[in-house]
């Protein structure tokens, strides 16, 4: 579980938790925004094992997004109970907006992680392969 986690953050390759996932793992350059690479540099795993395999993280970003919405209305109307409900909806408009890049990222990687397991021989080999060092077993 952990590493799922580790490669969802870090929006590295569910598998070895080396490879980078996205081209470009700022989630805020608009121009690459969410272009997955087609393999992992480190392990080799294919990230798009069929056409389409990705249309199934708007699920999982539709759940970040009302999780995202619901969590900043109450926190909202709880610190701020006398803001009219325009400028709650403003605030929240406003910040789903900037949310919004890394939220697709997100989405992109957990679905992927839902589906790609982690592969401790595949780690240890990735992590050889990019320190240039073998490990010997005893």
């Not at 997955?36 to 708007?58: N, R, T």
């Not at 890394?102 to 992109?108: G, I, M, P, Q």
């Not at 780690?123 to 050889?128: G, L, Y």
């Amino acid at each position: 579980m952990k590493e799922k986690l580790y490669s969802s953050l870090h929006f590295k390759c569910p598998r070895c938790l080396e490879g980078d996932f996205f081209e470009c793992n700022n989630p805020y350059n608009l121009k690459k925004a969410g272009e997955v690479k087609k393999e992992c540099p480190s392990c080799g795993l294919k990230y798009s094992p069929e056409p389409g395999f990705y249309y199934g993280a708007m699920y999982v970003s539709y759940a970040f997004g009302i999780a995202m919405f619901v969590t900043v209305w109450v926190a909202l109307s709880v610190l701020y109970p006398n803001y009219s409900p325009v400028l709650l909806i403003s605030l929240l408009f406003i910040s789903l907006i900037g949310l919004g890049p890394y939220l697709y990222a997100l989405s992109k990687i957990v679905w992927a992680n839902m589906f790609f397991s982690y592969d401790e021989e595949y780690a240890r080999k990735a992590k050889e392969k990019k320190h240039g060092t073998t490990e010997t077993k005893r």
